[in-house]
């Protein structure tokens, strides 16, 4: 298992997430192969890793309506 660096991460915010800062999801795109996805609310605390691949069918599920309530 490869470990990855994120103190110097670039993270950006997601443009699902609220404007007035509640729910908000930030991921960064700094990584080969990978999606480091992150509570911006505890940007100190864990970031969960997701294959590139797991996270592009996640984001086209999103865009796609699959999550509606």
């Known amino acids: 298992m490869r470990t990855i660096d994120l103190n110097a ?21 700094e990584f080969v192969g990978v999606v480091p996805v992150r509570d911006s ?4 605390g864990p970031a969960l890793i997701f294959p590139s691949t797991a996270w592009s ?5 999103v865009k796609d309506g699959q999550f509606s309530a």
Do not use: L, M
């Open 57 to 61: 069918a996640f984001v086209a599920a």
């Open 41 to 44: 609310k505890d940007p100190h």
């Open 9 to 29: 991460a670039t993270w950006r915010k997601s443009s699902y997430s609220n404007q007035d800062g509640g729910a908000c999801v930030e991921v960064s795109d």
